[in-house]
């Protein structure tokens, strides 16, 4: 048995020399079928798995690392330190190779192969055989198939990593390093490692001493408890410079790493052995599994679940006392690693929702979980139920009972008191051959609507703290302490499509525009040509069902143009609505606004949508909020605003990136005297700097006032286009000459005459 030391060596150089050769084929024959190339990865990816399953029998046989580490000899005590650090990393690594072989192209798993995984590797294939004496003293001596897994493993991931490194030097040579690059290394590193804390790592950094049962907070104690809570904010924290892709990948490694993680905690070989009993059907266990599933496959209605019925479930087992350990004493090292394994359920469906992985949960998916929590408590009062009578069928003298859940123990109901235990006494009982099924029935309704009330409180208290964690985030992200909109995919980054005017001083260009809708056989609009100029404050009138809202919409490009074509400074809406839309504003007649933000979150939105630099933002919204005085009302969310309030706003929304045309579609109705003074005011100094403003009313007197021309439209034509002042010249009052105009077509000469 002496060579099996021999064989240790051996494998990591077979593996290694494989490796390279696979290499060298692969790098000198690019013709070679992909499928070939799937092929070998997927085998390496089963071998990995299968290694990193049978390495983690180590969790078990940590007792010679911890008693080598704690004696009298520092430096050995060190090494032993060290080591334990390494096999935590060789498992965050292991995790990052599975991924990398499905995710090939992704520069962050490939910065940190380069990094972080190949120097590790290697470290830890030189303290192999360190290792392999401080878990097991005579496993170099003796076959072991943890200690091969292990080898093989750690082989694995220094001739893999090895040779992405290679691939990186000979054939990509990208070696660039940007800023977001080290951002997303670090938050990727750190929320791998996180959720890769094996449970043996403490009690081997800290020793058993540190655990000792007792009743006060030692260190040891109040670090676990403190990290379970700082670790939600700090994978947040970090999460804010990344893209929504590079969230997903992490957070589905990390979802991965607890699951793995939490199986040898609930000892495989339990479960294979006496699988009604040690199967992880209690709630909180089901989580480890469900979230990688939602955040591999993106499954919606599923993580809704864990959010609000997991969640709830791991809170309850995390802070009620409940069987393992020593029962007097709640912070002992069992409750130590208890509360490790749950902060994955709890902390990931929170996670999903405050990176914004996973939209802001409604009422309607609230309900779904709800749905999903009523057919996983039928299932578990069923399924303890039958174990419970297949175990008294079969094991003679059993007096116990199989509680999944705890809903067929008394567990909870000795903490509730006397009343509750008197409940339990009702039973139903079902006679199925042999088996003799009992369900409690008044217990069991009991318990599953006073959880589906605390779950119904859950969503309550959701949706406060979103309110609150959102209105946060928003407030940091626009005072400039976290990114901004502009980290969204460059495909819908225009910046460069911000042309303005390049056609010279032709502003709108309206020609031949016809509108008809699908449900209609007679035309909206027919026909209508304008040509509008820079300088020029342009008011359109018309009866109600007349086209202006038609022209309107089909101008700020909401809907296509059936024929002919409209174009703002030079671009025409349907061909190139990106640059038209760039050098427009549109205030609509109603506006839908996002009543749970803030004005300055509101505005800051916009104005990140259409890249407007900060200090150019600040200084124009200074300028309207002192000319619309709403300096008090800013901070206050939308939803507590006036009517005349919120059109100001849309107002200030519109004119945040200074476009070259204003539009508004009935901007005056509504608004007191002193609003309405305020928008002209705004209106006339606009037109002064060389812009239009375009929009219609049906208060003639307003737009006497402002205006300096106006088209009247009638039928879905302009059956008039006249200049103001040439109406003043000839002492023409404008709603005379409008009713007039409506009423009969009268020709311009006629009047003029």
């Not at 123990?409 to 009982?429: C, E, H, M, Q, T």
């Not at 404050?537 to 143009?561: A, D, H, R, Y």
């Not at 009935?666 to 007191?672: A, S």
Request: proline content about 3%.
């Amino acid at each position: 048995m002496a060579n099996i030391s021999v064989l240790y060596l051996i494998i990591p150089i077979i593996i290694l020399s494989l490796g390279i050769i696979c290499y060298v084929i692969f790098q000198f024959k690019n013709n070679l079928n992909s499928r070939l190339i799937k092929a070998l990865n997927l085998t390496i990816f089963v071998i990995l798995v299968l290694a990193y399953i049978f390495s983690t029998l180590y969790q078990g046989n940590d007792f010679d690392l911890v008693s080598g580490g704690s004696g009298g000899n520092f430096l050995n005590r060190q090494l032993n330190h060290f080591i334990a650090l390494i096999g935590w990393g060789v498992s965050a690594s292991t995790i990052v190779i599975w991924f990398y072989i499905f995710y090939p192209h992704s520069k962050t798993l490939k910065n940190i192969i380069t990094y972080f995984i190949l120097p590790l590797s290697l470290i830890a294939l030189v303290l192999l055989p360190k290792t392999i004496y401080a878990y097991d003293r005579s496993g170099l001596v003796e076959f072991n198939i943890a200690i091969l897994a292990l080898v093989i493993q750690v082989s694995l991931l220094f001739t893999y990593s090895l040779v992405v490194v290679l691939k990186k030097i000979i054939h990509d040579r990208d070696w660039a390093f940007s800023k977001q690059d080290i951002y997303n290394f670090i938050f990727s590193l750190i929320g791998i490692l996180i959720a890769n804390i094996a449970f043996r790592l403490p009690k081997i950094l800290f020793s058993e001493t540190d655990f000792i049962y007792k009743e006060d907070l030692g260190f040891v104690h109040r670090f676990y408890i403190y990290f379970a809570f700082m670790a939600f904010f700090l994978i947040w924290f970090l999460s804010r410079k990344q893209t929504k892709e590079t969230k997903f990948l992490i957070l589905q490694m990390m979802a991965v790493s607890m699951m793995v993680v939490f199986v040898p905690f609930r000892n495989i070989s339990s479960m294979i052995a006496s699988p009604m009993d040690n199967l992880p059907l209690h709630l909180c266990h089901t989580a480890m599994f469900f979230m990688p599933l939602c955040y591999i496959f993106k499954w919606k209605k599923l993580f809704y679940f864990t959010l609000y019925i997991n969640v709830l479930g791991t809170f309850f087992a995390m802070f009620i006392p409940t069987e393992g350990g020593t029962a007097k004493y709640l912070l002992d090292y069992f409750r130590i690693a208890f509360w490790q394994n749950h902060m994955g359920s709890l902390i990931m469906p929170l996670l999903g929702v405050a990176t914004g992985v996973f939209a802001r949960p409604r009422f309607k998916d609230f309900l779904h979980a709800i749905i999903g929590f009523s057919i996983y408590f039928v299932f578990i009062v069923i399924v303890n139920s039958l174990f419970t009578a297949i175990k008294v069928a079969t094991i003679p003298g059993y007096s116990g009972s199989v509680s999944f859940f705890y809903v067929n123990s008394d567990y909870i109901a000795d903490y509730l008191g006397v009343w509750a235990v008197n409940i339990r006494k009702f039973s139903f009982i079902i006679n199925l051959g042999s088996l003799r099924l009992d369900f409690r029935y008044y217990y069991i309704l009991l318990f599953y609507l006073v959880f589906t009330a605390l779950a119904f409180g859950m969503y309550y208290l959701f949706e406060l703290t979103f309110d609150t964690f959102y209105t946060l985030k928003r407030s940091l992200r626009f005072i400039g302490h976290l990114p901004k909109i502009s980290t969204i995919p460059q495909r819908v980054r225009w910046k460069k499509s911000f042309n303005k005017n390049t056609k010279g001083d032709q502003m709108i260009k309206i020609t031949n525009f016809s509108k008809k809708y699908a449900t209609s056989k007679d035309y909206a609009t027919k026909d209508i040509n304008l040509t509008i100029y820079p300088g020029q404050v342009f008011g359109i009138l018309g009866p109600n069902g007349s086209g202006k809202s038609t022209l309107i919409k089909s101008m700020v490009g909401i809907q296509p143009v059936s024929s002919g074509s409209i174009e703002i400074c030079g671009f025409d809406i349907d061909k190139k609505p990106i640059e038209a839309k760039s050098n427009m504003g549109f205030v609509p007649d109603n506006y839908a606004l996002y009543e749970k933000l803030t004005g300055r979150e509101y505005v800051n939105y916009f104005a990140d949508l259409y890249l407007v630099p900060a200090d150019q933002r600040a200084s124009r919204v200074n300028y309207l909020l002192n000319i619309f005085e709403l300096e008090q009302s800013y901070d206050s969310l939308i939803r507590t605003y006036s009517h005349g309030m919120k059109q100001k706003i849309s107002i200030i929304v519109a004119l945040i990136h200074k476009p070259k045309v204003w539009i508004l579609d009935e901007p005056l109705v509504g608004l007191d005297p002193n609003s309405v003074y305020q928008v002209k005011q705004v209106m006339q100094q606009y037109v002064k700097d060389g812009n239009i403003v375009f929009f219609s009313s049906h208060i003639i007197d307003i737009v006497e006032k402002i205006c300096d021309r106006i088209a009247i439209i009638k039928n879905g034509q302009i059956i008039d286009d006249v200049f103001i002042k040439d109406l003043t010249l000839q002492g023409i009052n404008l709603e005379e000459y409008y009713i007039n105009k409506v009423g009969q077509k009268i020709k311009m000469s006629e009047i003029f005459q």
